[in-house]
């Protein structure tokens, strides 16, 4: 039986860079792969991006609301119009890849499990855990509960301890300096206003006052 994976990390812990690996050696052995992320997930558009630079078009994107086993049975099947060529000419689908997974509903991880058990094929589904109130996305969440295996990829803090939380900088409209927030909307895309450093527990910590969530 296929599997569900949840591979999973602070920020900066290599997470797309893994899923583009995994894609690269499925294909070197003439297997054919589907790589997908949510529509939420704005940053690159289309594009998985690689904090090392390295970036590739996903197949599709699951938009919020959608059937992910029928998204991924039309993409398989290739009856999909708007589907992209795939990269090696293969007659069925080797592995499913998600990147920015935490970004799923959870009916949508649910789809995910289907996929690996009922269609048989693995399913390697990339986030992070928890967000930067250090409470769980729900995608991830639903994860956590699901998948058969779950492995963590691992960061390090700025003092060199182990990461495990993410915060959220952004850039002050005074001073024009960058400055830690606690609150806010749970989903706020890497960009021009807002950055984020993954950080341990005691650095956390230390940050937010001793404030957690």
Do not use: W
């Not at 050696?25 to 704005?42: F, I, S």
């Not at 803090?157 to 005074?174: E, L, M, Q, S, Y």
């Amino acid at each position: 039986m296929a599997k569900l994976y949840f591979r999973y990390g602070a920020m900066n812990s290599g997470k797309s860079t893994g899923l583009l690996q995994a894609a690269f050696n499925y294909e070197e052995r003439g297997q054919r792969v589907l790589l997908a992320k949510p529509e939420l997930d704005t940053k690159g558009e289309r594009q998985i991006l690689s904090r090392l630079g390295v970036s590739r078009e996903v197949d599709f994107l699951v938009p919020a609301g959608a059937d992910v086993v029928a998204l991924f049975r039309r993409h398989a099947s290739g009856d999909d119009p708007d589907a992209l060529v795939g990269h090696v000419d293969a007659p069925s689908v080797a592995c499913l890849l998600v990147d920015e997974a935490q970004f799923l509903e959870p009916e949508q991880v649910d789809g995910l499990l289907r996929i690996a058990v009922e269609e048989g094929v693995p399913v390697l589904a990339y986030g992070i855990r928890t967000d930067f109130r250090t409470r769980s996305f729900p995608g991830s969440a639903r994860l956590l509960e699901l998948a058969h295996t779950l492995e963590e990829l691992k960061t390090i803090c700025r003092c060199g301890r182990k990461a495990v939380f993410n915060t959220r900088k952004v850039v002050d409209p005074v001073t024009r300096t960058e400055r830690f927030v606690f609150d806010g909307d749970q989903v706020a895309i890497d960009g021009v206003e807002v950055t984020y450093e993954s950080l341990c527990a005691a650095c956390y910590l230390e940050e937010s006052d001793g404030r957690l969530g």
